[in-house]
């Protein structure tokens, strides 16, 4: 190991490793470079569900390839004679059905055909006489260019001669896909953008120097570009497609952990600098400080990713693919490239404040070690104050609800959602989205009439039939997404169940959301105590001492309650939020326990190697004055990268974004600085359990 530091700090080899890592960058953007995908965000269901044993069952149907726009038409005042006449044409004796309504408009677009000629249903129009709706059998596509490009036609169509009373909406399942599409349109250069903008801004604050802040922000913003390319490549490899909302939290990862440990080296490098004349030899020994809690903190975040693996849901499998390579790419480029282009540009790279040989480092006598000695007086009374607080706001976490309806899943309200709510007012709220129910040939009609009986369902209609099963449309009642809803699949599923000869399968959109919230579950139960686990064992491996890990687990941890207990006062108190995305808790308890746990890495890593010269009580102050800037500078960095997922207007990632960066700020501000060495004062030398003997880690 320590050839090869000093391969990657030396003063012509430091030339050579930039060159290789230039060579890697290239290889990455252009003979690896992924293919470009422009795919919405999907939950993957596994295939065993009953959702998908559904779907596969229907490919067998006429109209398995089907989905449709729903167009709504709504006027304040009940529909005239001429605008009925508008909306659904008069009736022709020749075809005994009406003719020259709005829905012909859209016969050069739809894929349903009657002997042999293009046909849309005309329009329905609700019992008030105030909403129309006109359904549109589309081929379903997944590529967002064809589903765009459709649903501006059909808008465009739409409004075309239009009654000036009236209001259109396009909603139902072509609908939401292009509004969801249209989330993530351009979204991972607006996630750029706002990350870089953020991170640029807080370097230069944090080293106050005009060109320093360029070297760590290249090599991240270099680290982040080859780490979409390759962790597309990954997912390719494994069978799995990133989508616009892998790909946003992958960069935001990168940039937030590779910025992470940049500041930690940085100003590793800026002590040694002071106490080494050769700036080659500054870095290497920068480089073997830094080096075992940046491989440790990128270890523990990166097999806490690796955890998703795991689990059932295809979406949880690619996400956490896909941000462990970048993770891995993050922690190289710091370990590698970083050092190597620090060291060659010289002392005068600090300018204005250029850290000279021989100078005095003032940190023991700064902010922080003040600090770390008025803590070391009342550990007891300050750590249950830290406590205490953490406890005061993990309360207000013992009422959240989750999981949201199709139509909350927006901050901003699109077209589809609107158009949605009129439709739940004027029709059956479950018209434009019906469950669908596969029994057996012969068994159809006995599973019409029990599932006619169960509450909650308004209409079942019998549909088509390959030989060997048949498809029964069922309209709830209940909004789509709703409790009510997913109330009534249950009751559906527990019904049909009873006819044992009709083996019947319940899908359609509720019972795939329903079959996605139960999956969650199930991750969360075999994901959360593995990323304990992994944790725990990591701080073992690194501290080597069982005492330590826990009490650091614990308050991190204790962190994650209190931050879901303040976010969930913002989101009911101040948003106006009605429940947490069904990704949420598992995505911020995997973010906050990996990255909050690794400043106390940080700091932690750095008291052990103070107290082999200084003791437990006064190697912690050390740590806490060498460390607390730089832990805090990183904290707050992170958690304004994270907040930068604010800018896209989908409610997970919003929610995400503000729960990791509330549990950052109290990782940085609170648990690391008050609560961790309080607990490693009142512990003395035990705090390093059962080890009797400090040695100083070894890192080369």
């Known amino acids: 190991m320590n050839a090869l530091i000093n391969f990657i700090t030396g003063k012509k080899t430091a030339w050579v490793t930039l060159l290789i890592g230039l060579i890697f960058a290239g290889l990455a953007f252009g003979p690896l470079r992924a293919a470009t995908t422009e795919t919405a965000p999907t939950n993957g269901l596994p295939e065993t569900s009953e959702t998908a044993l559904v779907n596969k069952a229907l490919e067998n149907l006429p109209g398995s390839d089907a989905t449709a726009a729903v167009l709504v038409y709504k006027s304040d005042a009940k529909f005239t004679e001429a605008e009925i006449l508008w909306l659904q044409g008069s009736f022709d004796p020749t075809t005994q059905m009406l003719a020259g309504g709005v829905n012909e408009k859209f016969l050069d677009i739809t894929n349903l055909e009657v002997m042999g000629e293009p046909f849309v249903p005309p329009a329905q129009i609700s019992e008030d006489g105030k909403v129309a709706v006109v359904t549109v059998p589309l081929e379903k596509s997944d590529e967002v260019e064809v589903v765009t490009e459709r649903v501006a036609e059909l808008r465009e169509l739409a409004a075309d001669g239009m009654p000036t009373t009236f209001e259109v909406y396009l909603t139902g399942p072509e609908g939401f896909q292009a509004d969801l599409n249209n989330v993530f349109a351009g979204a991972d250069f607006t996630l750029l953008l706002s990350t870089v903008i953020v991170v640029a801004v807080l370097l230069l604050i944090t080293y106050r120097s005009p060109v320093l802040w360029l070297v760590p922000l290249i090599v991240v913003g270099t680290a982040d570009g080859m780490a979409g390319q390759i962790g597309r490549q990954v997912a390719t490899f494994f069978g799995m497609v990133p989508d616009g909302s892998v790909t946003g939290i992958l960069s935001v990862l990168v940039f937030g952990a590779g910025t992470n440990y940049a500041l930690l080296l940085i100003a590793r490098y800026r002590e040694e600098l002071l106490l080494e004349e050769n700036r080659h030899v500054a870095m290497a020994k920068a480089l073997k400080g830094a080096g075992p809690a940046i491989i440790a903190s990128g270890s523990t975040v990166t097999l806490a990713l690796l955890t998703l693996t795991l689990a059932e849901l295809g979406g949880n499998r690619t996400l956490g693919l896909v941000c462990a390579s970048g993770i891995i790419i993050a922690m190289i480029s710091a370990l590698v490239v970083l050092p190597a282009a620090l060291v060659v540009f010289g002392r005068g790279l600090f300018w204005p404040f250029v850290p000279r040989f021989g100078g005095v480092n003032k940190s023991l006598n700064g902010l922080w070690g003040k600090l770390g000695r008025a803590v070391s007086k009342r550990p007891a009374i300050i750590s249950s104050v830290g406590v205490l607080i953490l406890a005061g706001l993990a309360i207000g976490a013992s009422g959240i609800q989750v999981g949201l ?203 052990q190697e103070e107290a082999v010269k200084h003791g437990t009580r006064e190697g912690m102050v050390r740590a806490l004055s060498a460390t607390g800037g730089v832990i805090t500078s990183a904290g707050i960095l992170l958690a304004a990268v994270f907040a930068v997922l604010g800018v896209l207007p989908l409610i997970a990632l919003y929610q995400i974004g503000i729960i990791v960066c509330i549990g950052v700020l109290l990782d940085t501000l609170l648990v690391r600085t008050v609560v961790v060495p309080a607990l490693a004062f009142m512990t003395g030398d035990k705090f390093w359990w059962p080890r009797k003997k400090l040695t100083a880690p070894k890192f080369g």
Not at 441 to 465: F, M, N, Q, R
Not at 495 to 516: F, K, P
Not at 571 to 594: C, K
Request: charged share 20%; no cysteine.
């Open 405 to 607: 309806s199709s139509t909350e899943q927006f901050r901003e309200k699109p077209e589809a959602v609107y158009g949605q709510e009129i439709l739940a007012d004027a029709f059956p709220a479950g018209a434009t989205t019906p469950t669908t129910v596969i029994v057996d040939k012969g068994t159809e009609a006995d599973a019409a009439a029990l599932a006619e009986s169960v509450p909650g369902v308004a209409e079942v209609t019998i549909g088509d039939t390959d030989g060997e099963i048949v498809a029964l449309s069922v309209v709830l009642d209940a909004t789509a997404g709703s409790d009510e809803a997913y109330q009534s699949i249950r009751d559906l599923r527990a019904e049909l169940a009873t006819l044992e000869s009709a083996n019947a399968l319940v899908g359609g959109l509720d019972a795939e959301t329903l079959d996605v919230k139960s999956t969650y579950e199930r991750d969360q139960l075999l994901v959360i105590p593995l990323i304990l686990i992994l944790v725990f064992l990591v701080l073992v491996l690194l501290l080597r001492s069982l005492l330590a890990p826990i009490m650091l687990l614990t308050t991190v941890v204790a962190s994650f309650f209190a931050s879901m207990g303040a976010s969930w006062l913002i989101f009911e108190q101040l948003l106006g939020l009605p429940a947490l995305d069904l990704s949420v808790f598992l995505y911020s308890f995997l973010f906050l326990v990996a990255l909050g746990v690794d400043y106390n890495i940080f700091l932690v890593s750095r008291a």
